[in-house]
Every structure is written in C-alpha cells, then in structure tokens.
T-cell receptor, first 116, second 115 residues
C-alpha cells in the first residue's frame, strides 16, 4: 500500500515570500501525483497533477511542483504567495496502473497562512 | 452547473440515529468515492465504487454502507451513529477506464455532528 508524508504541518509566510511545501511518498511502482487545495470552508480543488513526462508541472494560480523520482518527492512551489493562498494543501498519490478503482492516499495536509 | 453535489451540507443528529448523505455527479464518471475528513483535516478513503466492484477500506465500521441506485449517485448510509462519526464527509468521482487520467472531482462536503 502507498503512503504519503507532508512534513510541514503549518507554514506561516508573509505576502510575496516564496513557498515550498514538501511531499514524499512510498510505493513500489509507478504513481500518479496530485496537489489539492482546500480553502476555508470549501471543498478540495485540484491544483496540479503529474502522470508522466516533464517532471516539472505547472498548475493553476501560479503553483508548480517537481517530481523527483529518486527522492520519491513531489514538492509544491510558488515564487510569490498572496494572502488569498491561505488554505490547507494536500498531497495525494495513487497507483498508476491498478486495474481496479484507484483510491487516492492523502498526506496529512499543510496549513498555509499568508500574512498581509 | 455543479459537477459533484452533496446533500445535506450540514447534518446534526443524536447518537444512535441512522442517517444518510446523498451524492450525485453529472460528469458521466463511472467511479465514485467517499472520504472522511476528521477534525485534524486528515482525509481518508472510505469506499470506492463502480459498476464492477466495491472496495471498502478495512478500517471503516460496518455501520457505514454505500448505496448506488445508478452510476450518477452514491449515497452513504450510517447506522447507530457514534460521537466519533462527527467529521466532514466528501464525495468524489472519477473516470476509471484504463488509460484515462483518473483525476478525482470532489463535492462540497457534508459536515456531520453527532451529539
């Protein structure tokens, strides 16, 4: 079974600071990787995803993530955060070629607070 | 148009009651899911279901049962509610045909409070 670790539980930044949120996974095979964001009181929205190809993927709202296979990592980055980026961020993974319905395994989430 | 919808948005009930949460998706997806988000925001899969199989997370009590009247709906029934069932429950759906990216789309969540 796969597992996901997000080492930063709570990150506090000032506006315009750069962001990097860590995500590591463990699984013996090929995986799909996702970052979801949950704004206060709202449902999860997909920020970006990686299935194959270029390991640097760009998502919505200026976010990007880099898949480093050798490190089993999929860190989320943004060069300059805004107050509106305050939210909970979840890394998730599922097996890429499972024949049955593929269940996402989520990390424990990182709460990002951006101070104006 | 809402892609994945859930009703009710809030549900407050007494211990021991039986309740249901409804989920509907209009994306034409063939697989639906239920997740539980606890007070610490930790998200955990409960069920995944398509017309071929139901996969149950082994940690889910058998008081919880999914019911799918058709491909667009996956309702969650909970019997004999307990205090520990208080959480936010999210429904999600995806397209699981081989070769398709299986991005999951989430509903708005149902906040269940058991008193």
């Amino acid at each position: 079974a796969q597992s996901v670790s997000q080492h930063n539980h709570h990150v506090i930044l000032s506006e315009a600071a750069s962001l990097e949120l860590g995500c590591n996974y463990s699984y013996g095979g090929t995986v799909n990787l996702f970052w979801y964001v949950q704004y206060p009181g709202q449902h999860l929205q997909l920020l970006l995803k990686y299935f194959s190809g270029d390991p640097l993927v760009k998502g919505i709202k200026g976010f990007e993530a880099e898949f480093i296979k050798s490190k089993f990592s999929f860190n989320l980055r943004k060069p300059s955060v805004q107050w509106s980026d305050t939210a909970e961020y979840f890394c998730a993974v599922n097996p890429a070629f499972s024949g049955s319905a593929r269940q996402l395994t989520f990390g424990s989430g990182t709460q990002l607070t951006v101070l104006p | 148009d809402t892609a994945v919808s859930q009703t009710p948005k809030y549900l407050v009930t007494q211990m021991g009651n039986d309740k249901s949460i409804k989920c509907e998706q209009n994306l034409g997806h063939d697989t639906m899911y239920w997740y539980k988000q606890d007070s610490k925001k930790f998200l955990k899969i409960m069920f995944s279901y398509n017309n071929k199989e139901l996969i149950i997370n082994e940690t889910v009590p058998n008081r919880f049962s999914p019911k799918s009247p058709d491909k667009a709906h996956l309702n969650l029934h909970i019997n004999s509610l307990e205090l520990g069932d208080s959480a936010v429950y999210f429904c999600a759906s995806s397209h699981e045909l081989a070769g398709f990216y299986n991005e999951q789309f989430f509903g708005p969540g149902t906040r269940l409070t058991v008193l």
